[in-house]
């Protein structure tokens, strides 16, 4: 490894130290109210501990099995719809009125309502989840399958397929780079949902250890939790990709989602 | 006009597109009568943006005429189908299967059972020289290669014709060169009927039994040529110039 290249990667990765001293110095003279602010060290000291303790990996394996299920039902629902809208001028010019309205009101918003009618549990933050993970998955594969090159629908036509297999084997592998893209949106929004889920209307994982840590008053607790949440986060998206590139689309070389 | 049997009947063929709200229809086809024999090569020859691919779409089922019909072995054409495939200057090959399954797929929608599909999908890909590359994508291959797949999924189908839309137009010459020779070799093998649409005239000299040369929008049929010099035809031969410069002067007053 040349000269260069080390300090390419220093340039990269410089801001880790930096930041752990300010952060250290802040927590040295800064007070939330009459608690100290937690230093770098400390957060990880009690991330250690709740690491060793079991109860970390418990809150992330609530958070994985929430996200999972609610993230499943959605993309299932929202593919299938997707395609059916897409293929069908029909169902879309029934259908997307309906959708249009619905769809500026945020998942936040829902959450009284559904908090109201469900109370508390897996139920609600499901169905959190599952709205705020539908849409980009339902957009993202309509705008797939409504823009299939026509050069390969004709193609396909000159050689003999009839509707059906022009759906299975053109119309859904052309649009599916743009489902996954909604995929991928999709899943980004459902993790975000279910920690605001979590901080409400369900009693485990990980938003609802940080929002514990409140009323425990335990400041380390809550950013170690939070750095969790997004560690977690970037982890699953850096795996999607890595599943993605490697299996999916093999055939297309060099795609950005 | 030989006195063979048709197999493609082209009678009083009209098209216009609509250009918006404002302003008249743009004519394309003017009324073209053309009838093709069975095993002929036919190039449809004219200047870029006269209509002639449009024509081509037409008889292959992809657009719709106007006015006029279209005729295949006496039964009128109505929509795309196997029996007359069509092969397209930008391949369109699907880039989500491999080599094989692209020239399996229009076999496997006819109906053929896996076994002798198998056995076309070989053969034709030895009839373009492309073994060793059945698994790859088509982003793996070079654009010749590419059009060397179109050209064996076209053939594997069997087809009563097969339509040609400029399929070497995007090639760079020598590649051009090399895959007229190849097609050349696969029509005197398997005479089948081809329609193929350019505005490369030696091309046309080089490949066709006849030449139709169209004029420029909207297109009808200005002259038709036979090319009576023997096969395999020699690019550089005096006959074959002379012949060259010949439809040429017709494709250009």
């Known amino acids: ?257 | 006009m030989t006195l063979s049997k048709a197999i493609i009947r082209v009678i009083r063929l009209k098209k216009s597109f609509s250009k918006g709200e404002r302003g008249e229809p743009l004519k394309v086809l003017d009324g073209i009568d053309l009838s093709i024999s069975e095993g002929e090569f036919i190039s449809i020859l004219g200047p870029s943006g006269c209509g002639k691919s449009t024509f081509l779409h037409i008889l292959a089922g992809l657009d719709k005429q106007d006015e006029g019909e279209v005729y295949l072995d006496d039964r009128l054409i109505t929509g795309p189908g196997p029996d007359h495939t069509m092969i397209f200057q930008d391949y369109s090959l699907f880039p989500w299967m491999t080599v094989k399954k692209n020239i399996g797929l229009g076999l496997k929608a006819t109906g053929v059972p896996p076994e002798m599909r198998e056995a076309i999908c070989r053969e034709h890909i030895q009839l373009v020289h492309l073994e060793g590359f059945e698994d790859h994508y088509p982003h793996e291959l070079s654009g010749g290669m590419k059009q060397r797949v179109a050209i064996a999924r076209g053939f594997a189908l069997n087809p009563r014709v097969l339509f040609m839309d400029e399929p070497f137009g995007a090639l760079d010459a020598q590649t051009r060169v090399a895959l007229q020779q190849e097609l050349i070799r696969i029509f005197t093998s398997t005479r089948k009927t081809i329609v193929f649409v350019t505005h490369n005239v030696s091309e046309a000299v080089f490949l066709s039994d006849r030449i139709v040369v169209c004029t420029k929008r909207p297109m009808k049929v200005k002259t038709i040529f036979r090319v009576e010099i023997e096969r395999p035809r020699d690019r550089f031969g005096v006959s074959f110039n002379e012949f060259c410069k010949q439809v040429a002067q017709v494709l250009d007053v």
């Not at chain 1, 100290?36 to 990996?57: E, H, M, T, Y």
């Not at chain 1, 593919?79 to 029909?90: A, D, F």
């Open chain 1, 1 to 257: 490894m040349s000269f260069s290249q080390i300090f390419k990667i220093g340039q990269r990765w410089i801001w880790i130290p930096c930041l752990l001293i300010l952060w250290s110095l802040f927590a040295r003279f800064v007070h939330l109210g009459t608690w100290p602010f937690p230093s770098p060290w400390l957060i990880f000291q009690k991330w250690w501990w709740l690491f060793r303790n079991g109860s970390l990996l418990k809150d992330i394996g609530a958070s994985l099995f929430h996200v999972g299920y609610g993230f499943s039902i959605s993309a299932l629902i929202a593919i299938s719809l997707g395609i059916l809208m897409g293929w069908n001028k029909k169902v879309f010019d029934y259908l997307n009125p309906f959708l249009n309205l619905i769809r500026p009101t945020p998942p936040a918003a829902w959450l009284p309502l559904v908090v109201f009618v469900w109370g508390i549990g897996l139920l609600p933050g499901t169905l959190l989840v599952i709205y705020g993970s539908f849409f980009p998955i339902l957009l993202n594969t309509i705008n797939g399958v409504q823009n299939v090159e026509r050069r390969f629908v004709n193609a396909a036509l000159t050689l003999g397929l009839g509707k059906r297999q022009l759906m299975w084997n053109i119309v859904v592998p052309a649009a599916f780079p743009s489902i996954l893209v909604g995929l991928r949106m999709g899943f980004g929004f459902a993790w975000m949902v279910l920690i605001i889920a979590e901080l409400i209307a369900v009693q485990s994982g990980l938003g609802y250890m940080i929002l514990l840590s409140v009323t425990t008053l335990e400041p380390e607790s809550i950013i170690a939790g939070m750095l969790t949440i997004g560690m977690v986060g970037l982890g699953l998206d850096q795996l999607f990709r890595l599943l993605v590139d490697k299996y999916i689309l093999k055939w297309q070389k060099g795609i950005v989602i």
